[in-house]
């Protein structure tokens, strides 16, 4: 059985000539848990966002017996459980440990990986063998045991949707035999084959953690630029040609609905919290009509049963499905019955928030509450609620900013690292959903 680190754990020793950095990474995992206002916080690495029915089962088993029940989805398609106790984190390691979802202890947190969740089920490449490939190779890596909690890979599928997210490392299928390779937000990338993707994903943050070395750079953007600039080029000389190719400013999430005629359902979260009932019905949905993309029989030798459920980092669900039109309408109109998004049209689409009081001791208001009682019409822009100046899970691009203050709730138009001049209202809900929905206009 595993044992959980306390959250005073030290940072992890010198591994594959990349020194501990000062201070440690307090970024939460399964092994080492947070410790919130509501409890112990675990978050789940699931790369790609991809669960069989079987292990969202076990999620769902260890939300119930050691936390709040709920699962909260992440920005990077992780799974959260929280109000946990601090005692049980050895018995939670080994429920993960037995579901697949533990492959490795020292590289858990490493395995930030996320991929365009409709990849190879609308006409677009697959990403499942280099997603698989990817993770073995992390978890295989002494190097990697060391990347910060923070470090991301992304897969993308060629749409530009997870290449807009801004990660650390990017591959993005070109289709046939080519692949790019970008490194954090450079204009440039760098043409591969795409069978030595996954391997070269790899290398680009191995490389990353000798230039980091000493730096106490958690990610390619926190580098000094020199650094950066050299990296970027060190990377690419081992690499194909490179040409420019501005990373998309904003990312394009599945829309909720049918996506490619059937071959997907798209469901979306209000506020990324799925309760007992909404996880058990989408993974009912999966189990009973989806398709599983990474095998090709109903029933695996450990026996894992078929259909897949595909987290995404806008904290949705994509469901393989593999029946027709008639069953789609049924499973959709039962999943909104349950308070899941389904359609593009309904207003919680693109509203977020972080936790926020009183489950986060830095938040200065329950912003979930007014999130929600600020509902109005669809708007053309997200809107991100945040408790306090971190803005945890803040979505990428274009988007609008609502900021909890002491002064009330600062509202800006956010157009990646552009800002518009904010305009703060002050403890008046009315006045406040109304400039929200304005900015979102």
Known sequence: MLAAMPDSAPSPLSVGGVPSRAGGDACPGTLRLHRADDGALA?????????????ADALLAAAE???????HLTSRGNVQLRGLGTECGGALAALLTDAGLLPSAAHE???????????????SPSLTAWLRELDRLVCGSPAAAALSGRFLFALDDGRGDVDALGADVTVIAE??????????AADEVFRIPAAEAPRAALRGAEAFLRAASGSGAWRVKDLPDAV???LVRAIGSAAGP????????????PAPGPLGSTAALGIDVPLGRLTPAQWRLLTDTARRYGTDTARSDDTDSAGHSGGELRLTPWRGVVIPFGAGEAEAADALRTLSESGLITAPDSPWTGVGACIGHPGCAKSLSDVRAEAGAAVGAPGRLPVYWSGCERRCGHPHGEWIDVVATPDGHRISHVRGERRDAPTTVRNDPARLAAAVAGARA
Do not use: H, K
Request: without cysteine.
């Open 228 to 230: 950066r600039v050299e």
């Open 65 to 71: 017996r050691f936390g709040d029940g709920d699962l």
């Open 242 to 253: 490179a040409e420019r190719r501005p990373r998309p400013r904003t990312a394009t999430p």
């Open 43 to 55: 978050r789940v690495r699931i790369p790609g966002g991809v669960l069989d029915p079987g292990q």
């Open 109 to 123: 947190r490493a395995r930030n990986i996320v991929a365009s969740p409709s990849a190879g089920l609308d006409g």
């Open 175 to 184: 289709g046939g035999s080519a692949a790019l390779l970008r490194i954090g």
